[in-house]
C-alpha cells in the first residue's frame, strides 16, 4: 500500500478474467490502479473449462483484443489446442477456440498484473461502499471501498467484478457448503451494503464438472481431436502460435449412463429444490440433459487434458451437482472411462448477482455515481463475456477519474456492443450466454475483421500501439487496393478451369473478372494467387511480397469474403445506417415518463426502469412496443 496510500484512482474487486481486463485497462490509461483479490495466487484462475473463445465467445475475445485487452494474449501464450469453429457455414458464425495449461494461464495473467505499472494488488476482501450524501436531486457518489481487514480506501471510481464469489454456496448432493469456488471462500457482506444503497439482488446457479486422472483413461476407446494445422491466434500482435499442441477426446454418454444418473435424482439438490438458483439454459448439467431430452440415447463428452505436466482432466459436457458416488458410476459406465479414477467430483454454485437494469451502457450503475458493476455480477456465464465487461468497466472508470466522455459500443459496431445492450435493456433472470445469433448485424460483426472495426478506437483510449495501427493502416490500403484489382482483372479459361475442374465448379469459356469468380461458393483466393496472371497484377505483387506471413493470409481472406458475400454485407451497411439514426435520437438525462400519457402502462414502467438514452435504445427494451417509440418520438419533437 506504500505507493498508493489509502487511496487510489480506480479501485478494482475481483481478479477474475472482468478484474484483469478492468484493472490493466485503467492503469494503461493513465490512472492509479488498486486490485482486490482474496489471493494473488487466484488472479486469473479458470475455476471452470480451461479454454478461451468458441462460437461468439471467440469474436468477444478478438475484440477485447483489438481494443487492446490482454485475454487473447495471454490465451495464445498459454494455449495447448486451437480451433477454429463452424468452419462449414459462412464466416459471421466462425469462432476461435483454444484449450489452454489451466495453471499456466493463472500464471501468466498474474504475472502481466503484477508488472503493470501504475497497478498494486490488494489481498483482502470488500465488505461494502462508502459513498458521499448528496441531497434528493442527485446521485450519491462513490468515496471508496471498506475491507475486511478494517481498510478505507478512498478512490474516484469502483468496479466491481466478483464472480461467483457473493454468498457462494457449492452444492454435491445433500451436502453443501459455503464457498466461491472450489477451496475458497465466499465473499459475505458486501450484497447486504448494496442492498442498503438500495440495490436489487437476485440468484443464479452455475456448476462444473468432476475431474479425472488421465493415467486411468482408455484412450483406445476414444476419438482424438486435433488442433488446427496451422493454428490461428486470437491476438492481432501474435506472429504464430509455437507452443507444442496435444490432443483432446471424444466420448458419449449412454443409455446404462442415463439410468445411473436417474438414480441419483431423489438426491439431487436440482431436483429437490435445495438449489434456488436458476441456471445457464444453454449450459445445462448433465441430469438436466438426461430429463429434458429424454429421447437422445447419448450425449457428446470431451475430455479435455488441462495442461502439459497435470494429470487432471476435464469432463466436458458432464457438469453435474448429482451425489459423490452416482457421479462415479456414471462416468464408469462411458466408453473408455471403464476404469477411471475421479479426482474431484463435480459441483453446483449458488451466487448472488445485480439485475443488470441496474447499470448503464457504460456499465456504471444508475443508483451511484462512479461505481460499475462487470461480469457474473450483472448475471452474465462465461470468462470471454466476463472479460468483455471488464474492459468496458475498466475504460469507463478511467474516463470517470479523470472526468472525461464515456466510452459506449454500439451493438452495430461490436458483439461487445450487443452484450451490454442486452443486459441492459432486456435484464437477464437467468445465466446471459453470448451467441451469434443475438447479433443482427453478424455478417459485418465478424471475428476476422475485429481489427478493422475497433483498433481505431482502441488507440485513442490509449490501449493499443502505434505499430499496431500502422500495421492495420498497411492491411487496409492493401485490402483496398485488392478489391479494385479484382473488380478489373479477367482471368482466361486456359489459366483457370483446370483449378475449377479441381473444385468440382463448372468451367467458363471467357475470360472472367476475379470478382464474379470469388462469388462461387468453393473458390479460394489463397488458391487462385498461385495462377501467374494474377500474381503479377501490381496490387498483387505488393500483397505476395510482404514479409509478415499472418499479414498476408488476412489481407487475401479479408478480401474474398468482402467480394463473396458484397451484396450480403452492402444490404447489412444499410441496415446500420437507419439503425444509426435512431441510436442519434438522444432522450433527454432524467426525463420524466409519466408525463407521456399516450404510452402505454407496461410502456411506461419500462423506460421508467430502463431510463434509455437513446430512440433506438428504448426500441429494444422488452415490454416497449413500436407505438410506444412512435409517441415518445412525436413527443420529443416536440
Known amino acids: 500500500m506504500s505507493e498508493f496510500g489509502k487511496n487510489a484512482d480506480v479501485i478494482v474487486v475481483g481478479a477474475g478474467h472482468a478484474g484483469i481486463e478492468a484493472s490493466l485497462a485503467a492503469a494503461r490509461m493513465g490512472c492509479s490502479?488498486?486490485?482486490v483479490t482474496m489471493s494473488r495466487d487466484a488472479i486469473g484462475r479458470m475455476s471452470c473449462n480451461p479454454a478461451i473463445g468458441g462460437t461468439a465467445k471467440g469474436h468477444l475475445v478478438r475484440e477485447i483484443d483489438a481494443l487492446g485487452g490482454e485475454m487473447g494474449k495471454i490465451a495464445d501464450a498459454t494455449g495447448i489446442q486451437f480451433k477454429l469453429l463452424n468452419k462449414s457455414k459462412g464466416p459471421a458464425v466462425w469462432s476461435p477456440r483454444c484449450q489452454n495449461d489451466r495453471e499456466w494461464y493463472s500464471r501468466e495473467a498474474g504475472e502481466r498484473v503484477q508488472a503493470q505499472p501504475g497497478l498494486m494488488v490488494y489481498e483482502g476482501s470488500v465488505v461494502g461502499i462508502e459513498t458521499d450524501n448528496r441531497d434528493h436531486d442527485k446521485n450519491p457518489r462513490i468515496l471508496?471501498?471498506?475491507t475486511d481487514r478494517g481498510d478505507t480506501i478512498l478512490c474516484r471510481s469502483v468496479v466491481l467484478s466478483a464472480g461467483t464469489f457473493l454468498r457462494g454456496l457449492m452444492h454435491t448432493g445433500m451436502s453443501n457448503r459455503e464457498g466461491g469456488r472450489y477451496g475458497e471462500p465466499p465473499s459475505n457482506g458486501l450484497t447486504e451494503n448494496l442492498e442498503k444503497l438500495g440495490f436489487v439482488s437476485g440468484r443464479l446457479k452455475t456448476g462444473t464438472p468432476p475431474r479425472i486422472d488421465l493415467a486411468s483413461i482408455n484412450p483406445s476407446q476414444l476419438e482424438?481431436?486435433?488442433s488446427d494445422n496451422p493454428p490461428k491466434p486470437f491476438?492481432?500482435?501474435?506472429?504464430a502460435i509455437t507452443n507444442r499442441l496435444i490432443p483432446m477426446y471424444l466420448t458419449y454418454t449412454n443409455r446404462n449412463t442415463h439410468n445411473i444418473l436417474r438414480k441419483g435424482f431423489d438426491r439431487s439438490p436440482l431436483f429437490t429444490g435445495v438449489i434456488k438458483g436458476v441456471g445457464p439454459r444453454y449450459c445445462p448439467s448433465i441430469e438436466d440433459k438426461v430429463v429434458r431430452f429424454e429421447d437422445k440415447e447419448r450425449h457428446q463428452i470431451f475430455l479435455e487434458p488441462e495442461g502439459y505436466n497435470s494429470n487432471v482432466v476435464y469432463v466436458n459436457g458432464f457438469s453435474t451437482s448429482l451425489p459423490e458416488d452416482i457421479q462415479e458410476e456414471g462416468l464408469r459406465s462411458i466408453a473408455g472411462l471403464e476404469k477411471v479414477k475421479m479426482l474431484r467430483p463435480g459441483y453446483a454454485?449458488?451466487?448472488d448477482f445485480f439485475p443488470p437494469h441496474q447499470v448503464k451502457l457504460t456499465l456504471e450503475t444508475k443508483l451511484i455515481d462512479g461505481l460499475f458493476f462487470a461480469g457474473q455480477i450483472n448475471g452474465t456465464s462465461g470468462y470471454e463475456e466476463a472479460a468483455a465487461q471488464g474492459l468496458m468497466a475498466g475504460i469507463n472508470a478511467a474516463l470517470t477519474a479523470q472526468e472525461r466522455e464515456p466510452f459506449v459500443l454500439k451493438r452495430s459496431e461490436a458483439y461487445i456492443g450487443v452484450l451490454i445492450?442486452?443486459?441492459?435493456?432486456?435484464?437477464t433472470e437467468e445465466p446471459y450466454r453470448m451467441f451469434t445469433s443475438r447479433a443482427e448485424h453478424r455478417l459485418v460483426l465478424r471475428q476476422d475483421n475485429a481489427d478493422r472495426r475497433?483498433?481505431?478506437?482502441?488507440?485513442?483510449?490509449?490501449?493499443v500501439s502505434k505499430f499496431m495501427v500502422n500495421r492495420l493502416e498497411k492491411k487496409e490500403t492493401l485490402i483496398s487496393a485488392g478489391m479494385a484489382m479484382a473488380t478489373q482483372h479477367a482471368v482466361s479459361p486456359e489459366a483457370i478451369n483446370s483449378y475449377l475442374d479441381r473444385i468440382s465448379e463448372e468451367r467458363i469459356n471467357e475470360k472472367e473478372k476475379l470478382a464474379k469468380l470469388l462469388k462461387r461458393p468453393n473458390v479460394r483466393l489463397v488458391d487462385l494467387v498461385m495462377i501467374d496472371s494474377l500474381a503479377s497484377a501490381p496490387a498483387m505483387k505488393e500483397i505476395l511480397g510482404l514479409p509478415e506471413e499472418r499479414l498476408k493470409t488476412e489481407i487475401l481472406e479479408q478480401i474474398e469474403i468482402e467480394l463473396k458475400y458484397e451484396g450480403y454485407i452492402q444490404r447489412q451497411v444499410e441496415?446500420?445506417?437507419?439503425?444509426?439514426?435512431f441510436e442519434d435520437q438522444k432522450i433527454p438525462i432524467g426525463f420524466n415518463y409519466g408525463r407521456v400519457k399516450a404510452l402505454s402502462t407496461e410502456g411506461r414502467e419500462r423506460l421508467s426502469k430502463i431510463r434509455p438514452e437513446s430512440i433506438g435504445q428504448a426500441s429494444r427494451i422488452s415490454g416497449v412496443t413500436p407505438s410506444d417509440v412512435s409517441v415518445l418520438m412525436v413527443y420529443l419533437r416536440r
Open 224 to 226: 482424438e481431436q486435433h
Open 235 to 239: 491476438s492481432h500482435s501474435t506472429q
Open 454 to 463: 475497433l483498433m481505431i478506437k482502441g488507440h485513442k483510449l490509449g490501449l
Open 349 to 351: 454454485v449458488e451466487y
Open 421 to 427: 445492450d442486452d443486459l441492459v435493456n432486456k435484464s
Open 144 to 146: 471508496g471501498v471498506v
Open 575 to 581: 441496415q446500420i445506417a437507419k439503425f444509426d439514426k
Open 33 to 35: 490502479v488498486l486490485l
